[in-house]
């Protein structure tokens, strides 16, 4: 699959989640154990109607909360913050066409005339995985 002709939604939030952010998958179907540190799994929020399964996170007893990446500001911030964190650095502004992101070090443009921020910022952290030599978990 081409990484600039993902949608907004479930699957590139989960790639987000796994890919980016290093957040190991928890199946409570299947596992009554849940992982050490912050984990994900899919599941349901009822405060988002017309989007029955969301990502969802856990980084403590207790502490809950959801993982828009692909359409939330502050969840796509969260994916510059943590690429950041990893040395790896990209600048991402408006223009009259859309969201572009171009890569600091190299100063290649990874994503150009992209409709919304979030997804921009998507786009651009898959190809900054897949640059550092990570698995973009896109390959067939």
Same mark, same amino acid.
């Given at each position: ?68 990446? !692909?359409? +939330? ?6 994916? =510059?913050?943590? @690429? %950041? ?5 990209? &600048? ?20 150009? !005339?992209? +409709? ?6 998507? =786009?651009?952290? @898959? %190809? ?5 030599? &990570? ?6």
């Amino acid at each position: 699959m081409d990484i600039d002709t993902m949608e907004a939604g479930l699957e590139l939030n989960t790639l987000m989640a796994e890919k980016v952010m290093g957040w190991t998958k928890w199946n409570p179907k299947s596992s009554t154990e849940r992982p050490q540190g912050t984990y994900w799994w899919q599941g349901r929020d009822p405060g988002r109607v017309g989007e029955p399964f969301c990502v969802m996170v856990a980084d403590g007893p207790g502490s809950t909360s959801t993982f828009y990446p !692909s359409t +939330d500001n502050a969840a796509a911030g969260q994916l =510059w913050e943590e @690429l %950041k964190q990893r040395g790896i650095f990209f &600048g991402v502004w408006s223009t009259p066409d859309g969201w572009d992101v171009e890569n600091y070090e190299t100063g290649e443009n990874w994503v150009t !005339s992209v +409709d919304t921020y979030p997804l921009a910022v998507c =786009w651009a952290a @898959l %190809k900054a995985v897949e640059s550092a030599g &990570g698995d973009d978990g896109l390959s067939q």
